[in-house]
């Protein structure tokens, strides 16, 4: 038997603008790792993949001038972990995540880091719902409102930035990020983070409080290795 959504999830449909023919893919987005095996990790990792496709065919639109390096710049600013976080806060998220005992006293409904997360997977749910065209349309409402421009490239590069520059400037193949171990409690993990280069067939590993800052760590290491190269 199907069970209806609850008013809080239909409320956020119609805020999506896309009524899910599977709402518990969206109940599943919001979900925390903490509050259940039944978590947004693997929809949160395809909904990262569609944001950054959607928002690359917004910029080819928009910048059409920029060369490719600066366009992934300007990418990596939009959907950098502060301009997620303020996009879930307007969607009320924080309010609609599902968080284990230890993760909600500890404040996880504010943490930056866990309502990025949540909006990629919110992003991936629509995708898995209803396709690409309707996962793209969102992103577009999404950053509507949020100033894209070509002096965003002035914007300082984060390693992962650098580190996707370095690659493209050599025709070569973008890094692959992979969590290979997770540490400590629900509600305070680490997360020990992979970053393979695979013409190099080398792998750096990186730590952080969330998968983006472990992603960062690694690349930053991977950074150190690569720079080796052009001394």
């Known amino acids: 038997m199907r069970i209806s959504p609850s008013p ?8 999506l603008q896309h009524e899910f023919s599977d709402p518990k893919l969206l109940v599943q987005a919001l979900t925390h790792r903490s509050f259940s095996a039944d978590h947004n990790e ?7 993949s569609v944001l950054n496709l959607a928002v690359a065919g917004l910029l080819y639109e928009q910048l059409s001038q920029l060369p490719e390096g600066d ?13 997620l976080h303020q996009l879930a806060v307007t969607l009320g ?25 949540a ?16 996962a793209d349309l969102l992103v577009r409402r999404l950053f509507k ?12 590069k984060d390693p992962k930035t650098e580190l996707q ?10 890094p692959i990020y ?10 305070k993990q680490t997360f020990d983070v992979e970053c393979e280069i695979s013409e190099f067939g080398r792998a750096e590993r990186g730590i952080g409080g969330s998968r983006r800052a472990g992603e960062q760590a690694a690349a930053a290491a991977m950074l150190m290795f690569v720079k080796t190269l052009d001394a």
Do not use: C
Request: charged share 25%; glycine share 12%; hydrophobic share 45%.
């Open 8 to 15: 809080e999830i239909l409320a956020l449909q119609k805020r």
């Open 42 to 48: 693997r929809i949160e990792f395809l909904g990262d």
């Open 71 to 83: 366009l992934s710049r300007v990418r990596a600013n939009l959907v950098k972990q502060d301009t």
């Open 93 to 117: 998220l924080p309010a609609l995540l599902r968080l284990g005992e230890g993760e909600a006293k500890s404040g996880g409904q504010k943490r930056p880091s866990i309502l990025a997360d």
């Open 119 to 134: 909006l990629e997977a919110v992003i991936g749910a629509v995708y898995l719902d209803g396709g690409f065209q309707k």
């Open 145 to 156: 409102d949020v100033a894209i421009n070509p002096q965003m490239p002035a914007i300082g």
């Open 165 to 174: 520059e370095w690659l493209q400037g050599r025709k070569m193949n973008l």
């Open 178 to 187: 992979r969590v290979v171990g997770t540490m400590g409690a629900a509600h």
